[in-house]
C-alpha cells in the first residue's frame, strides 16, 4: 500500500562480504523484487544502490573506490536523464550538490552494459567533469542509473542529505519532489 520504496544508505550487516551482497538476502528483498517487477517506485540510495545491483534489479557493480579510501565529501552531479520518475521534474544538464559517503562507490560494468545503458538512456546522474568531478573513479562518471522499466533508481550521493538549507544544500529535495504525484 506504499506508494514508493525507498532503500537508505547504512552499511547494511557492516558490509564485511562485499557492500549489499549480505543484505540482498534478508526476507524483505523478495516483496522489493516483486514491487520493482510490478512497476513500483524502488529508490536506493548509497548503500540500498549496492543492494539493488546485488539483487540484481539493476545491472553492474560497485567496487572500492580508485583512492582506496572512505570519501565523505559533496559532489556536483548533472541530471542525464529526465526519462524517469525521479528525474521527470529536472532539467537535462542541471546540476545538483549533495554529500556522498562510502568507500565503494566506483560504478563499473562490462563495455556491452555501459553501452546499453546509454543507448537506453539509462545513466540518471552522472558526476561533473574534472579533476574533483568523479572523486569514486565510476565508469562513465556514473553516479546513478534506473532500471529498463524505469521504476527503480540506484545512486551512490545521498539527496536525503541534501533536502533542506540547513544542510547546506536542497537540490536532493527536487528529486523527492519528482517522485511526488507518480502515483
Known amino acids: 500500500k506504499f506508494d514508493a520504496i525507498i532503500i537508505p544508505g547504512g552499511f547494511s550487516y557492516g558490509d564485511y562480504l562485499r557492500t549489499g551482497a549480505i543484505a540482498r538476502f534478508s526476507p524483505i528483498m ?3 523484487i516483486q514491487e520493482a517487477k510490478a512497476g513500483k517506485p524502488i529508490f536506493g540510495i548509497c548503500n540500498g544502490f549496492q543492494i539493488l545491483i546485488e539483487s540484481g534489479l539493476l545491472p553492474g557493480a560497485l567496487i ?13 552531479l548533472e541530471v ?3 526519462d524517469s520518475i ?11 550538490t549533495m554529500p556522498i559517503a562510502h568507500k565503494q562507490g ?25 579533476k574533483d568531478g568523479n572523486p569514486n573513479g565510476s565508469k562513465e562518471r556514473i553516479a546513478g542509473i534506473i532500471n ?9 550521493p545521498h539527496p536525503e542529505r541534501a533536502s533542506e ?5 536542497e537540490d536532493g ?6 517522485m511526488m504525484g507518480f502515483a
Do not use: C, P, W
Not at 572500492?64 to 556536483?76: E, G
Open 165 to 169: 538549507a540547513v544542510l547546506g544544500s
Open 30 to 32: 523478495e516483496s522489493i
Open 106 to 130: 566506483n560504478y563499473i560494468a562490462d563495455e556491452d552494459t555501459l553501452k546499453m545503458l546509454v543507448d537506453e538512456d539509462r545513466v540518471a546522474f552522472r558526476y561533473t567533469k574534472g
Open 64 to 76: 572500492i573506490n580508485h583512492a582506496v579510501r572512505f570519501l565523505s565529501q559533496d559532489v556536483t
Open 86 to 96: 525521479y528525474t521527470r521534474s529536472l532539467k537535462k544538464g542541471n546540476r545538483l
Open 80 to 82: 542525464a536523464t529526465t
Open 148 to 156: 529498463k522499466k524505469r521504476n527503480v533508481l540506484g545512486m551512490m
Open 173 to 178: 529535495l527536487k528529486i523527492f519532489k519528482s
